[in-house]
C-alpha cells in the first residue's frame, strides 16, 4: 500500500497544492521567519547582550512553536472537515462506493485532508535548521524532537478524524471547539495529576521543552536562588513500575500504540452506513479499557514520598486504601467512556434480533453488564494485585473493603448502563440523551440532599449514591458491614428492574412469528 499512490491523497493535492496557493503560503512563511530572525539576530529589544547560541536557541523555540501550532491545530481542523464536509456536500456516499480498502480511504482522509498544512511546516523548516546550526543544538536531540511532533500531530488528527467520522450536521464548530480545548488542557501542566502519575506530557507542544535539554541524562539540573540550592525534577524523567526511563522514548511507544487504536476505528467504520456506526467491538473496547489503564498503572506513584521545596508538588503519604480509591474515582470516567461505546441502539438491536440467530437473546437482555463486569473484574483485580505488591506493610489496608469496593462498583455501573441501555431502546427523537439527561438529574438530585444533609459518609447514602464507598476503611466496614452489603443489594435489584424493562422494549422490536414464515416462504408460492 503507497500512500503516494493513494487516489484520496492524490485528489486532495490537486484541490489544495495548486501553484498559486503554494506560492503564496511559501511567501509568507519565508517572510515570518525572516523578520522573527531579524528580531532575534539584529534587533535591539530585549535579546540584545545575548550570545548567538542563545539567539539560535530562542529561533527554533519559536520555530518549532509555530510548526507545532500548524499541524496539530491547522492539520486537527482540516481532519474535521474532511469527512463531515463530505456529508453535507452529499458526496461520501461515493467515496463509500470506490473501490478502495476502508484502511486506504482511512489513510487518504489523515494525509489528505492537511497537506497545505504539511506544507507549510515544511516552508518554517530552513529557519528551524538555522536556528538549530546557531544554537549548537544537539542533532540527536533536535532530531527526536521532530519525529516526536509529526507522530504526536498525526495521533491528534487521527482522533479529530474519528470526531469527523460521527458528527452530525451544524455540530462542526463546537466539534472545534472542544478539539482547541482538548489541545489547550492536554499542553498545559496538570499539578494534581503530576502528583500522582510519574509521567510527563503527551502533547506533541513537548516537543519543544525537549530541544531546550542539553543532554539526555535523566538527573535533575541544580538551581540557585536566593543562595539556596534547589533540584527541581527532570521534566523528561518517568517511572515504570519504579524504573526510571525517559519521556521522549515514552512518548514515542505511547503515539505509536495510540495510533494502532484510532486508525482502526476510523477503518471499521468509514464504509458503514452512518446509522450502523459502531466505534469498536465489544472486545476492542475491552482491550482498550485495559490498555488505557495498563497506562495508569504503569506509572502511578504507589509510594509517595514526604517532599517539600517550592519546585515540588506532590502529595502527603496515603494508605493504600486511598490508593484504591483515587483509581476507581479515575476508572468513573474511562469506564463510563467504555460503556457508552458498548450501548446499542434501535437500529442494531433490531439488526440482531432479524438476522436468524436465536443466541443472542439472553445476551441482548442483559446488555452491556457481562463486558462491564468483565472489565471491572480485570481491572479491579489488577489494581488490588499491584497495590498488594507496592503497599507499604505499615500502612491500612484490607482485602476484604477493597473486595466490596470493587463488587460494589461493578454493579454500580452495571445499574446505570443498563438503564441507558433500556432509554436508548426506547421509541423517541433522542433516546440516548434523555437518558443521560434523566440520569444527570438524579444524580445532581442526590448530591444536592445528601450534602445539604451531611450525610456524604453515611453508610445509608451508599444505597443512592458510591460517594460512601471512595471513603470506606476498616473501621467503618466493620461496623457497618450489614448496611453496606444491603446497599450493594439494593444496586443489584434495581439492576434486575432495568434488565427487566428491557426485556419488555426487546419484545417490541423481535420479528413476529408471520413476518418470519412470510420471509422463508418461497417466493413461487401463494400464501
Not at 503560503?25 to 522573527?36: D, Q
Request: hydrophobic share 55%; aromatic share 14%; proline share 6%.
Amino acid at each position: 500500500m503507497n500512500l503516494f499512490s493513494n487516489p484520496e491523497i492524490l485528489r486532495n493535492a490537486r484541490i489544495q497544492l495548486r501553484p498559486r496557493k503554494l506560492l503564496i503560503a511559501g511567501v509568507i512563511c519565508a517572510t515570518i521567519s525572516i523578520v522573527v530572525g531579524y528580531v532575534f539576530f539584529k534587533g535591539n529589544v530585549s535579546v540584545n547582550g545575548l550570545p548567538v547560541s542563545d539567539r539560535g536557541d530562542l529561533l527554533l523555540h519559536t520555530i518549532l512553536w509555530i510548526q507545532a501550532a500548524v499541524l496539530v491545530i491547522g492539520g486537527g481542523i482540516a481532519c474535521i472537515h474532511a469527512i463531515q464536509r463530505e456529508k453535507d456536500q452529499n458526496t461520501f456516499d461515493f467515496q463509500r462506493l470506490t473501490r478502495l480498502s476502508p484502511l486506504e480511504l482511512t489513510l487518504g482522509k489523515l494525509f489528505g485532508a492537511p497537506l497545505m498544512v504539511f506544507f507549510v511546516f515544511l516552508c518554517f523548516l530552513p529557519a528551524a535548521i538555522f536556528g538549530a546550526a546557531a544554537g549548537d543544538a544537539s542533532a540527536s536531540i533536535v532530531l527526536v524532537a521532530y519525529v516526536l511532533l509529526i507522530l504526536g500531530a498525526i495521533v491528534y488528527n487521527s482522533f479529530a478524524l474519528v470526531m469527523s467520522l460521527f458528527l452530525r450536521r451544524g455540530t462542526v464548530t463546537w466539534a472545534i471547539l472542544f478539539f482547541l480545548v482538548f489541545v489547550g488542557y492536554s499542553s498545559s501542566s496538570n499539578v494534581f495529576l503530576a502528583a500522582y502519575v510519574a509521567l510527563g506530557s503527551i502533547s506533541p507542544f513537548v516537543a519543544i521543552d525537549l530541544v531546550k535539554q542539553n543532554s539526555w541524562s535523566l538527573a535533575s539540573e541544580t538551581i540557585s536562588i536566593g543562595g539556596r540550592t534547589f533540584h527541581p525534577p527532570n521534566p523528561f524523567h518517568d517511572v515504570f513500575f519504579g524504573a526510571p526511563v525517559h519521556h521522549a522514548l515514552v512518548l514515542f511507544i505511547l503515539y505509536v500504540t495510540i495510533l494502532a487504536w484510532l486508525i482502526p476505528a476510523v477503518a471499521r467504520n468509514i464504509k458503514r452506513d452512518p446509522t450502523n456506526y459502531e466505534l469498536y467491538t465489544p472486545g476492542q473496547a475491552l482491550g482498550f479499557l485495559c490498555y488505557l489503564n495498563f497506562i495508569l498503572f504503569a506509572f502511578f506513584v504507589w509510594r509517595t514520598p514526604q517532599m517539600s521545596g517550592p519546585f515540588v508538588a506532590r502529595p502527603q503519604s496515603f494508605t493504600p486504601l486511598d490508593i484504591q480509591s483515587l483509581l476507581l474515582s479515575t476508572n468513573i470516567l474511562l469506564f463510563f467512556i467504555f460503556g457508552f461505546v458498548l450501548l446499542r441502539n434501535r437500529n442494531q438491536i433490531r439488526r440482531y434480533l432479524h438476522g436468524g440467530d436465536p443466541a443472542p437473546t439472553a445476551r441482548l437482555e442483559t446488555w452491556p453488564a457481562p463486558y462491564l463486569f468483565l472489565g471491572a473484574l480485570i481491572v479491579g483485580v489488577a489494581m488490588i494485585l499491584i497495590i498488594q505488591w507496592q503497599r507499604d506493610p505499615s500502612l491500612e489496608w484490607s482485602l476484604a473493603v477493597a473486595g466490596f469496593r470493587l463488587v460494589y462498583f461493578a454493579f454500580w455501573l452495571i445499574c446505570d448502563f443498563l438503564f441507558l441501555q433500556w432509554m436508548n431502546l426506547r421509541r423517541s427523537a433522542h433516546p440516548l440523551l434523555m437518558g443521560v439527561l434523566f440520569l444527570g438529574v438524579y444524580y445532581a438530585c442526590a448530591i444536592i440532599v445528601v450534602g445539604a444533609l451531611h450525610l456524604g459518609s453515611n453508610p445509608f447514602t451508599a444505597i443512592f449514591l458510591p460517594t460512601p464507598l471512595f471513603g470506606l476503611n476498616t473501621a467503618a466496614w466493620s461496623a457497618h458491614q450489614a448496611v453496606l452489603i444491603g446497599a450493594l443489594i439494593a444496586q443489584i435489584a434495581a439492576g434486575i428492574v432495568f434488565m427487566l424493562f428491557q426485556r419488555r422494549a426487546l419484545a417490541e422490536l423481535r420479528p413476529r412469528p408471520s413476518s418470519i414464515s412470510a420471509s422463508a416462504q418461497p417466493s413461487g408460492v401463494a400464501s
